[in-house]
């Protein structure tokens, strides 16, 4: 099979398109034939050996859409043939990979691969996150940074959709004005205005974060009593300043999390839950795909470039014919 393969820590040109052995299934998994792959910033970390390890010979890819190819051992619940998008550990940049048949979902009615594709990794961060972890509830106020990519895009549909008021920040007027269109009650840019300064009166009791850095105090400082600061990246900086007296008088939870890393059996009670939760969503049109640009598998350096560039709305997506 055809695979995008790291040839050494770097930048986007180590990416190559090589021949790789076809995976085979072992016991509850699934080959799944690969028709779109998501393209995340966890690959780019990767891709840079961000993660500890020599990521050379790795297959970037944490998310996939398809048709199942064929039934490992002990896989029961899907037949050949049929179209699922799937959570993965690694290896989504492939014309095939293995995956816990646990951590598929049904291919949503009505969307396309490339659609379905744009969904797994953001969706389950989102619910993990935000509805499991901050347990964000009815008539609470939500913020999440960087409304404009593949996770804030699903957080403030997510938010809508259960009730909550959901705010965001983004980097242009025309992300900000996205973000407003697609259920946000105000976005900020905060290249612009000051973000904290901007939210000052709303009373936030639940922020999405993964910016870090100099953000981290304006949050606590956003936040209402008992709110809960919520960090999925860091990516103005892992090292931050927090005033303790702030966390006790709000009785503030500080915490964060990783989806990847997480355990075979916490993915799969997670999937169950997404498809029993927020999978009716996409039926309804509460919950929409949104998908920035479509590029052939051949050109994953190009579509990792234009994810670092932050110029896009939506997931960027890798399509196999």
């Not at 291919?107 to 659609?115: D, I, Q």
């Not at 699903?154 to 920040?169: D, E, K, M, P, S």
């Not at 269109?181 to 290249?191: D, H």
Request: hydrophobic letters at 40%; glycine letters at 10%.
């Amino acid at each position: 099979m055809k695979a995008i393969l790291i040839t050494r820590p770097g930048d986007a040109s180590v990416l190559a398109l090589r021949d790789h052995p076809l995976p085979q299934p072992s016991s509850r998994q699934v080959l799944i034939r690969v028709r779109a792959a998501g393209v995340n910033r966890s690959d780019i970390h990767q891709r840079q050996g961000g993660y500890g390890t020599d990521p050379t010979g790795q297959i970037p890819g944490l998310e996939v859409a398809g048709l199942v190819e064929q039934c490992g051992p002990d896989a029961h619940r899907w037949r050949v043939g049929d179209p699922v998008c799937a959570l993965i550990s690694g290896g989504g940049y492939a014309e095939y990979v293995t995956v816990d048949e646990r951590h598929c979902l049904p291919l949503p009615p009505g969307l396309t691969f490339v659609e379905a594709a744009s969904l797994p990794e953001t969706v389950l961060t989102v619910w993990s996150t935000v509805f499991q972890w901050a347990h964000l509830s009815k008539g609470e106020n939500f913020l999440v940074h960087g409304g404009s990519s593949g996770i804030g895009v699903a957080a403030i549909q997510l938010a809508n959709a259960f009730g909550a008021r959901a705010y965001a920040t983004a980097g242009n007027d025309e992300k900000c004005a996205f973000c407003e269109q697609l259920g946000a009650i105000r976005c900020v840019n905060y290249k612009t205005i000051d973000f904290e300064q901007a939210l000052s009166l709303v009373g936030i009791n639940v922020i999405l974060d993964m910016v870090g850095g100099d953000y981290t105090p304006k949050n606590l400082r956003l936040l209402a009593t008992d709110g809960r600061l919520m960090f999925i990246n860091a990516m103005r900086g892992a090292e931050t300043s927090i005033h303790i007296p702030t966390l006790m008088q709000k009785r503030i939870t500080l915490s964060g999390s990783m989806l990847k890393p997480r355990d075979a059996q916490f993915k799969a009670d997670l999937t169950a839950e997404v498809e029993k939760q927020a999978w009716p969503l996409l039926a309804d049109g509460r919950l929409k795909p949104v998908v920035y640009r479509s590029l052939p598998l051949s050109e994953a350096a190009q579509a990792q470039q234009l994810m670092e560039s932050s110029g896009h709305i939506g997931k960027i997506i890798l399509e196999i014919p």
